[in-house]
Structure formats: structure tokens, C-alpha cells
């Protein structure tokens, strides 16, 4: 208790007491410095964790030029993508000891994101991680090192779009229809792009691609041009998301086609509710988590174990072509 008989809180010295060390090693610790043996570490964040010590990350920003805050610019977070991105920012830079600071901007507008990124600027932050980043977003010009979530050549993204076109491939589909993302996104791009990679590769040929939004209406409304391949002779359709290829199953039943009897489709993601559609959607999952870990490494200039590979989730929605 403290003289006013509140509840004192503890302090440093309290943690460099119960770890048996001076407070300039508990600081150390804290503040990532190397060359802290590993007994020596694990003894002061155990006494961190039994003490329930809290850093005092304004107090500690004086000292320093660093806030240990992690920037945030996101788009369209109500969407599923960059909502779980924005979730797994958090945690990865919560493991390092670091806080983030979000900034959302509904807009592809250059002006109103760097209106975002001086927002968060304004604030300290050491670096700042792009969620949903557009093709006008920069990526240069300020005082902090600014990525995108999943890399700016989205290698990763573009892998596994060719994943799903090699998956129907690999069932016997050779005409494929594309139903892509806005092709002012960094993201749908690098899908577009993996695409592109696995039907030249197969010497598949793509009968045409239609532009979504992300969202399941934009699936459905994409349903009469995909209808129209199909009775063309395409036999699968590859959807740069599983929300619009929600919309999408749903329009193609609503103009007389059976998914996979009479087309296989395919989307992108594996998010919560895919394997619980009607029928359970074929898709390819990310390492979100790992991702976040690599981008909040890089903008702080450390290391981290790169993602793991993209995997592909096969399910009811395809099946080999009739």
C-alpha cells in the first residue's frame, strides 16, 4: 500500500530485487539490448510476469528517441483480410514489446493516407505497417521505415494464387475464369499476377476475368458474367477471396449452375466460415501471423523467422470436370 493508502504500483527496482539483478539490467532487458545472458533474461521476465510489472511506455519514450509503438495504416478494415491482419499485427508486435497505434482510411485517396500516416507520425511511432495498402499508397518519403503487411512484391500472395489455379489444373480444368479483386490493390494485383503465373505454366487458357470488390455482393453480381463463360465451356472459376466467392456460388445456383457438378470454384483466404459454405470452399490459407511478425520485424529493423508457405485447402467446391 502506498503512504495514501492507495495501492503502490511496482516499480523497477521491485523486479531487480526479485531477479537478483540491478535495474539497469532489468531496463536492458526490456529494451531488447543484446547481450544479456539467457539465464539472466529469463530470470528478469520472470520476475516481470510474477510481479505483473507494466512499463511505463510514455515515461520511457522521454528517455529515448523510440515510443516502441508500431503504426498502423489500414483500409476497408470491416473487411475479413484486413481485419485478421490488423489482429495479428497486434499480437506480433505485443510479443516484442511493442504497442500499436491504428489509423483507418476508407480511401485509395494518396492525400487522406498520408493524412493517416502524418496522424500516426505525429505520434512517435518507430515504424509503420501498411493493411490493405492500395497502389497509390507511398511507401517512401517519410522519417520512418513504412511496409506493407505482406511485402511490397507480395511474393507470398502471388504463390498462392497459382496454388489454386495448379489444384484445378491438377483435376483436369483447362479453361478457367478469374474472378479478381480491385485492381487498384497491391494485394488483388499479386493475386492477378499468380494467376496469370500458373496459367501460362499449365498452358491453361483463362476465358476472362471479371473485377469484385472483396465483398460477397460483388461475387454475386459477377455470377452473370462467370454464368456465360461457363456455358461457354469454362470449367472452374478462381476467386481472388472466399466472400465473393460466397456471392458467387450463391448467383451461379440462382442462374441454374451446381457447383462443382457444373463449375469448380475456388477462393482465397481460408476464412473462418469457408469450410461451412454450401458447398465447403476449396481455398488457400496464409501464415497471417507470420507475416505480421516479418512486417513488425522489418519496420524495426530486426529479425524474424519467415512465414510459412501458403497452403492449399481442398474442399467440396471442386471436383474434376464433367
Known amino acids: 500500500m502506498s503512504g495514501d493508502g492507495g495501492i503502490r504500483r511496482t516499480g523497477m527496482r521491485d523486479v531487480a530485487d526479485a531477479a537478483g539483478v540491478s535495474t539497469q539490467t532489468v531496463s536492458r532487458v526490456l529494451n531488447g539490448y543484446p547481450g544479456i545472458r539467457d539465464a539472466t533474461r529469463e530470470r528478469v521476465l520472470a520476475a516481470v510476469a510474477a510481479l505483473d510489472y507494466r ?81 497509390a499508397t507511398p511507401l517512401e518519403g517519410y522519417d520512418v521505415p513504412i511496409v506493407p503487411l505482406y511485402g511490397e512484391r507480395g511474393i507470398r500472395q502471388r504463390h498462392a494464387a497459382a496454388l489454386v489455379v495448379d489444384h484445378l489444373a491438377d483435376l483436369g480444368h483447362r479453361r478457367i475464369v478469374e474472378v479478381a479483386g480491385p485492381a487498384d490493390w497491391r494485394e488483388a494485383l499479386a493475386r492477378t499476377a499468380g494467376v496469370a503465373d500458373a496459367v501460362t505454366r499449365r498452358d ?93 520485424a522489418t519496420v524495426l529493423g530486426e529479425d524474424a523467422a519467415p512465414p510459412a508457405d501458403p497452403v492449399l485447402v481442398p474442399r467440396a467446391s471442386t471436383a474434376v470436370p464433367r
Not at 510514455?58 to 490488423?86: E, F, M, N, Y
Not at 469484385?212 to 454475386?220: F, K, N, R, Y
Not at 445456383?253 to 466460415?273: E, I, M, Q, S, T
Open 55 to 135: 512499463v511505463n511506455n510514455a515515461a520511457r519514450a522521454l528517455g529515448t528517441s523510440l515510443t516502441r509503438t508500431v503504426g498502423v495504416v489500414a483500409s476497408d478494415a470491416v473487411l475479413h483480410g484486413p481485419s485478421a491482419g490488423i489482429a495479428a499485427l497486434e499480437r506480433a508486435a505485443r510479443v516484442r514489446g511493442r504497442w500499436i497505434s491504428t489509423a483507418y482510411t476508407d480511401s485509395d485517396d494518396p492525400a487522406d493516407i498520408d493524412a493517416a500516416v502524418r496522424h500516426l507520425l505525429d505520434q512517435g511511432v518507430d515504424g509503420i505497417v501498411l493493411v490493405a495498402a492500395h497502389r
Open 204 to 296: 491453361l487458357s483463362r476465358e476472362g476475368r471479371v473485377e469484385g470488390d472483396w465483398s460477397a455482393a460483388s461475387g454475386a453480381a459477377a455470377a452473370a458474367a462467370v454464368a456465360a463463360h461457363v456455358r461457354a465451356g469454362a470449367t472452374a472459376v478462381a476467386v481472388a477471396n472466399d466472400q465473393m466467392a460466397l456471392g458467387l456460388m450463391a448467383g451461379l445456383a440462382a442462374r441454374g449452375l451446381k457447383v462443382p457438378a457444373d463449375v469448380a470454384v475456388a477462393g482465397f483466404d481460408d476464412n473462418p466460415d469457408a469450410a461451412f459454405y454450401a458447398p465447403s470452399l476449396t481455398t488457400v490459407r496464409l501464415d497471417v501471423e507470420g507475416e505480421a511478425a516479418e512486417a513488425v
